[in-house]
């Protein structure tokens, strides 16, 4: 499966932007609208498709990121099911209780990080205290596997389908 980093667009809004051969590749009757998910958050997007680009780079529009909170760091996977383009994969691990226990217990996760190019996509670790009070947030670590480190404070926003 292909690896795709994403780049942000600041002089686009709703947009993704993907190398014309690997549009054609993915999926040959994409629309000119569609949505892009990550994890549960989904947003309507208008598909571009451009010769003049890395082919191993997804461009998304800066506000579309924000939404998604995708992280930036990482290379992600595409997934196409209908019209609906998955960005993944987006790894939760609940592995402590309490928020002072992670520290020590994110040194063992080591031996899952170490093979992240095999893996790639957003690896969240967390604890139960970390959980908002209102299931919509979740503080704890997110992997970058440009710095191979656990980089805390990131809350992930969910969006809950019903």
């Known amino acids: ?30 629309q000119q609208k569609g949505y892009v998910r990550f994890g549960l958050q989904i947003k309507e997007v208008h598909f571009q498709s451009v010769e003049e680009m890395n082919p191993q780079e997804l461009h998304l529009s800066a506000n579309i990121i924000k939404q998604l909170n995708l992280p930036e760091v990482a ?14 994969p987006y790894i939760g691990m609940l592995i402590a209780k309490k928020e ?3 520290v020590e217990k994110l040194k063992k996760l080591s031996s899952y990080v170490d093979n992240y190019q095999r893996i790639n996509g957003a690896i969240l670790a967390f604890s139960l205290e970390g959980v908002g ?3 919509l947030q979740i ?6 596997p440009k710095l191979k480190e656990w980089e805390q404070g990131v809350r992930c926003h969910f969006q809950w389908q019903r």
Request: hydrophobic share 35%; net charge negative; no cysteine.
């Open 133 to 135: 009070s209102n299931r």
């Open 139 to 144: 503080k704890g670590y997110m992997y970058n």
């Open 100 to 102: 002072v226990a992670m």
């Open 75 to 88: 290379d992600f996977e595409i997934k196409i099911i209908d019209n609906e383009w998955h960005i993944g």
């Open 1 to 30: 499966m292909n690896t795709f980093s994403v780049i942000s667009d600041e002089t686009t809004k709703n947009t993704m932007t993907i190398h014309a051969d690997v549009y054609k590749n993915l999926k040959s009757n994409v």
